[in-house]
């Protein structure tokens, strides 16, 4: 047993942090390094004017460094008094906008700019954009202005989440400009942004440091330098000056001033069967064409991802092929069942025919319209949608079982669903799902920043579920915060997310900012303290955990010999033993935590054979491992027994002390069945019982052990007793009661 010494520790110190919470709304926010500094502050009205109210604090910084600027979405009241120039009317083909309000005599730098636009929820289209800006340098503010046009810029889209939408301007050099008590004015043109909804704009935002933001509401203006040159484009804006060098007919689009057709595309090239240049009256290639815009897909035709092997799906085997080409590409086409051309389009396990039935569907219900031929040879290629070409390919798909995730959240080490843990604690991140045994997960962990893109923390593969510290990132260090994750089985498209999780509050893990380890708990099962037992197998098992960190184990199994294992692969967690010798055995099962914390748990039991008298000495108060704030220490013993087994014995003979009342396990040699081989224990005595017995104790003080007081009586007067122990003891060097009891 031990004393435990009461050490209180003094607070040195209690450190409230202030964390600094951005409000929701009303205000434009100009930072640097992704943090919000708060200096440049606009007032918006999304009306059908803006007008924008210049804040007096300056920002402050080095300004080639860039900014990012955040725009929350919000109504916020129109001042009664606007300030003059700063009336912003709603945005036209070009938009132009004073760079500094002031004039600007020194060096102005380009190089890369970024502006970040809070659109609220993110949109179906939201990663669509493009953005041109002019730079002009001018001798006045005033609309008779002369401008000189200095460079151009491209912005494109690097990023976008549920917060928001960053847009990059590189413009082609990194180039620096001397200015004399001019003015620097951005023209912003040709911009497209589709955010979603309604937020089918740009908001009126300064691209770089100034203290305000000018708008020239009538562009009067005069350009000296700007010459339109559309070059080798044929759609789009001119480079320069924004000017169209032409439209793109229906089916089309321009792309960086090329007219395209529009494609439709697949989840994947292992979705994909084959490609036809366009979607009707096409030529057809292979699926790994690459200049063919319109695929045929698996998922579009059948409706789901295809379960099979992916890593062959092309191959031709059996009767999966579609359709048959005279060439990789521009090619025309012939039905399945002929075999007149030499490149085979084939995917998976498909089992397709040729059906010339009327109507849009196949005859055979359980096959779907892969393509149509206008001639079941040297024909043209429609897809299925196309009904005036009569031949249906029609193919049919074996039902493939598809390892499915249905669900995700987190979980402590106990597989409890948690929605909150303390920094560094160690958590799971479970799937649930259908075929997902055996199959490797991809799980990428993000943290929530409602101001900013999420940011990802770690990514990594695993079976089942796989564990991580709470707040640990890739890059090492740990971070309090709201987190999410997303899991998708390797090879297959779709992400399932904890966001999505039907129970709300299993959505997200709060990680609190202090770190706080519980201990593991040690619990032995299966083997019962105090009872009897033969040289026979028995059962080590155990309920041990820890429900936020893993652990190691270690079994003493009182007779010399000992079984270790971990909390992971579980050796040794569970397993039998068979005893060689009688007696008494104190199993101990010690576990500690990743983290160093320990618990303890002990059983006691009395191994019979078939010819000695054996005796378990059993100290009840105080319980064993338990730690005690006081001197004087009561001992009682009156739990210790003696008994007796006689080969081929239907009993067990009690000779002293409070035996059980029946074995808890059974000879060797019986030969009836589990529980029935267990054996009465005849002949238990009264307390007087314990006069038999003798009891011999020894306490040994903790710091001092060569200071050890004895002690010895028969019956009561020995098994109840008193020790004191003339200082406490600390947990490392525990004092210490040895019982030995005689018959």
Not at 316 to 321: A, D, Q
Not at 462 to 467: N, P, Q, S
Not at 506 to 520: A, D, K, W
Not at 632 to 637: H, L, S, T
Request: a negative charge; aromatic letters at 12%; hydrophobic letters at 30%.
């Amino acid at each position: 047993m031990r004393l435990k010494s009461l050490l209180v520790l003094g607070v040195f110190g209690l450190i409230l942090v202030s964390l600094g919470v951005v409000s929701a709304g009303k205000t434009l926010y100009m930072t640097a390094d992704n943090a919000i500094a708060g200096k440049n502050v606009l007032y918006l009205d999304e009306s059908t004017q803006s007008w924008i109210h210049d804040h007096s604090t300056k920002l402050n910084g080095n300004p080639s460094l860039g900014y990012y600027l955040y725009y929350p979405k919000v109504n916020h009241a129109i001042p009664s008094t606007p300030d003059g120039d700063n009336h912003v009317p709603p945005l036209s083909t070009h938009d132009n906008y004073w760079i500094s309000k002031n004039s600007y005599t020194g060096s102005f730098s380009t190089g890369i700019w970024k502006f970040f636009v809070r659109v609220g929820d993110r949109g179906a289209g939201s990663d669509n954009g493009q953005f041109h800006i002019n730079l002009f340098r001018c001798t006045s503010q005033s609309n008779t202005a002369t401008c000189t046009y200095l460079l151009n810029a491209t912005g494109r889209l690097i990023g976008h989440g549920d917060s928001g939408t960053m847009i990059q301007f590189n413009f082609n050099s990194a180039s620096s400009f001397s200015f004399n008590n001019e003015y620097i004015l951005a023209q912003l043109y040709n911009y497209k942004v589709n955010m979603g909804g309604s937020d089918n704009h740009l908001p009126e935002v300064s691209l770089e440091y100034s203290s305000a933001l000018s708008r020239i509401e009538t562009p009067g203006f005069t350009v000296v330098g700007c010459a339109p040159s559309c070059g080798s484009s044929v759609c789009g804006p001119d480079p320069v000056c924004g000017e169209s060098c032409g439209t793109c007919t229906a089916g089309t689009e321009c792309q960086n001033g090329a007219c395209v057709l529009i494609g439709h595309s697949c989840l994947s090239s292992d979705d994909t069967i084959m490609k036809l240049y366009q979607q009707t009256n096409s030529d057809g290639a292979l699926w790994n064409y690459s200049n063919y815009y319109w695929d045929i897909c698996y998922s579009s035709v059948f409706g789901i991802v295809y379960g099979g092997d992916i890593t062959s799906v092309h191959n031709c085997v059996g009767t999966n092929k579609v359709i048959g080409l005279y060439d990789i590409s521009n090619s025309h086409a012939e039905i399945p069942s002929l075999n007149t051309y030499d490149y085979d389009v084939c995917y998976g396990n498909l089992e397709c025919i040729n059906d010339n039935s009327a109507g849009e569907n196949c005859l055979d219900s359980t096959r779907k319209v892969v393509v149509r031929l206008k001639e079941s040879t040297n024909s043209h290629i429609s897809d299925a949608s196309d009904t005036s070409y009569p031949i249906k390919i029609c193919c049919k798909s074996p039902i493939i079982p598809v390892s499915t995730i249905t669900g995700a959240y987190f979980a402590n080490m106990s597989d409890k669903p948690i929605n909150k843990s303390d920094l560094n604690d160690l958590v799971k991140l479970v799937v649930s799902g259908e075929l997902l045994q055996n199959k490797e997960i991809n799980y990428t962990i993000y943290k929530s920043i409602w101001w900013w893109f999420d940011k990802e923390v770690a990514q990594t593969p695993g079976v089942g579920f796989i564990t991580w510290r709470a707040g640990s990132k890739t890059g090492g260090g740990l971070e309090e915060g709201l987190y999410y994750f997303k899991a998708r089985v390797t090879g297959e498209s779709k992400d399932i997310d904890t966001r999505e999780n039907e129970n709300v509050n299993l959505r997200y893990l709060e990680v609190t900012p202090n770190e706080n380890n519980q201990p593991p708990v040690a619990r032995i099962t299966g083997l019962k303290d105090r009872q009897i037992y033969f040289l026979e197998k028995l059962n080590f098992s155990q309920d041990s955990y820890d429900e936020d960190d893993d652990f190691t184990y270690i079994w003493d199994l009182g007779n010399g010999e000992t079984r270790a294992g971990n909390s992971i692969s579980l050796e040794n967690y569970h397993f039998d033993y068979t005893y060689t010798t009688p007696g008494q055995k104190d199993i101990i099962l010690t576990v500690t935590d990743s983290r160093g914390l320990t618990d303890r748990d002990k059983v006691s039991i009395l191994i019979l054979d078939a010819t000695s008298e054996q005796v378990l000495a059993y100290i009840s108060k105080p319980v064993w491992d338990e730690f005690i704030i006081k001197k004087e220490i009561d001992f009682n013993a009156t739990l210790s027994y003696a008994a007796q087994y006689i080969d081929k014995d239907t009993s067990v003979n009690c000779l002293a002390g409070p035996c059980p009342s029946k074995t808890e396990g059974c000879p060797p040699e019986s030969t009836l069945p589990f529980p029935s081989c267990k054996l009465d224990v005849i002949n238990i005595p009264g307390w007087d019982g314990l006069n038999d017995l003798y009891f011999n104790w020894t306490f040994i003080n903790g710091l001092f052990p060569s200071i050890k007081k004895y002690y010895g009586a028969a019956g009561i007067s020995g098994a109840i007793t008193t020790a004191e122990y003339d200082n406490p003891a600390v947990p490392s060097k525990p004092h210490k009661a040895i019982l030995k009891v005689t018959y």
